[in-house]
């Protein structure tokens, strides 16, 4: 695993509820190995921390104040991106999924062993938001305003994720 996968790139449009993103969601397919700790050490050495240990929600919700990185570090799982509407992926031990702010993801199956190990550009603190209507224009506000990180969780600075959000930037 020594050289990054190209990752595969979904996008989602704003539906009303989910504000999703500009940014495409990244896909890199058994990009590290399927260890808890080494997932940890490469997140950090990349610039993203804040790291937990868990599974994925089993209800649509986005973090509205930071980007996200999911690496699967054990099981599997399939995951709905972008809303009711969006798109599922299966994902196993290796991949890692960079979510951008606003996009939404629940866990549409998951076997029982499923071990996720998720971080944030910086640290950044985040909110979750599950859609509602009334919180609609303010998580929009507060996702065109999430800057983009300059380093890829995965690979650093020479990785994909750089160039490719340059392109997308959101408007602070």
């Given at each position: 695993?020594?050289?990054?996968?190209?990752?595969?790139?979904?996008?989602?449009?704003?539906?009303?509820?989910?504000?999703?993103?500009?940014?495409?969601?990244?896909?890199?397919?058994?990009?590290?190995?399927?260890?808890?700790?080494?997932?940890?050490?490469?997140?950090?050495?990349?610039?993203?921390?804040?790291?937990?240990?868990?599974?994925?929600?089993?209800?649509?919700?986005?973090?509205?104040?930071?980007?996200?990185?999911?690496?699967?570090?054990?099981?599997?799982?399939?995951?709905?991106?972008?809303?009711?509407?969006?798109?599922?992926?299966?994902?196993?031990?290796?991949?890692v999924?960079?979510i951008?702010?606003?996009?939404?993801?629940?866990?549409?199956?998951?076997?029982?062993?499923?071990?996720?190990?998720?971080?944030?550009p910086?640290?950044?603190?985040?909110?979750?938001?599950?859609?509602?209507?009334?919180?609609?224009?303010?998580?929009?506000?507060?996702?065109?305003?999430?800057?983009?990180?300059?380093?890829?969780?995965?690979?650093?600075?020479?990785?994909?994720?750089?160039?490719?959000?340059?392109?997308?930037?959101?408007?602070?």
């Amino acid at each position: 695993m020594s050289e990054t996968p190209t990752p595969e790139t979904y996008t989602f449009d704003d539906d009303g509820r989910i504000p999703n993103s500009r940014l495409p969601l990244l896909v890199y397919r058994q990009a590290l190995p399927a260890d808890p700790a080494a997932m940890e050490r490469a997140f950090a050495a990349n610039g993203w921390s804040g790291g937990w240990r868990n599974g994925i929600y089993p209800f649509h919700h986005f973090h509205s104040t930071a980007h996200e990185v999911l690496g699967i570090a054990r099981g599997e799982a399939e995951v709905r991106f972008g809303g009711p509407a969006g798109s599922t992926v299966a994902v196993g031990p290796g991949d890692v999924v960079v979510i951008p702010a606003g996009v939404a993801h629940c866990r549409e199956r998951g076997s029982g062993d499923l071990l996720v190990v998720g971080a944030y550009p910086g640290g950044a603190d985040y909110d979750l938001r599950r859609g509602e209507p009334a919180e609609h224009d303010e998580a929009a506000r507060n996702v065109a305003g999430v800057g983009v990180p300059e380093q890829d969780p995965v690979s650093g600075r020479d990785g994909p994720l750089p160039r490719l959000w340059a392109g997308h930037r959101t408007k602070g």
